[in-house]
């Protein structure tokens, strides 16, 4: 098995995550082949191609599902005046974002801990480690 790494693209312009693909010999093999060829740029354009084909391919179930778990679609950041102020309210998120959710720096852990009841991100969560420690029992 070979080991691809790169940078995958996700809908916040210019964010991207790495992920890591295992790939068994023949299909690496092809891949190159492909790219020899000139269908793609490079293995990371092939790749990126196939995944966004197969999300095209499954986009309705996606946005069904999106729809039905009340999920934030895209990027969702949360401020430090954005928590404060649901601290001055009495009331606590529930996160739930398909895509980007991000805390702030400067939030604390102890803010995050009155303010945050659950987080669920499908795609990247972006926190200091402080913050990221501090919920860990309440990130699903």
């Known amino acids: 098995m070979e080991k691809i790494g790169f940078r995958s693209t996700s809908r916040p312009k210019g964010e991207t995550e790495k992920i890591t693909v295992n790939l068994g010999p023949i299909d690496l093999g092809q891949i190159d082949l492909l790219v020899e060829e000139g269908f793609y740029s490079n293995r990371t354009d092939l790749i990126r191609t196939a ?3 197969q999300l095209a391919l ?3 179930v996606v946005q069904e599902t999106v729809t039905r778990r009340a999920l934030v679609l895209g990027l969702q ?4 005046q954005d928590l404060e102020a649901v601290r001055a309210a009495h009331q606590r998120l529930n996160i739930q974002v398909l895509g980007l959710a991000s805390i702030a720096g ?3 852990p102890e803010l995050a801990l009155m303010t945050i009841e659950s ?3 499908l795609g990247a969560f972006h926190a200091s480690t402080a913050v990221k420690t501090a919920l860990a029992d309440r990130i699903r």
């Not at 950041?77 to 430090?80: C, L, Q």
Request: aromatic content about 6%; proline content about 0%.
């Open 58 to 60: 499954h986009a309705q």
């Open 77 to 80: 950041h949360f401020s430090r």
């Open 119 to 121: 987080v669920v991100v």
């Open 51 to 53: 995944i966004r084909n």
């Open 106 to 108: 400067d939030v604390t």
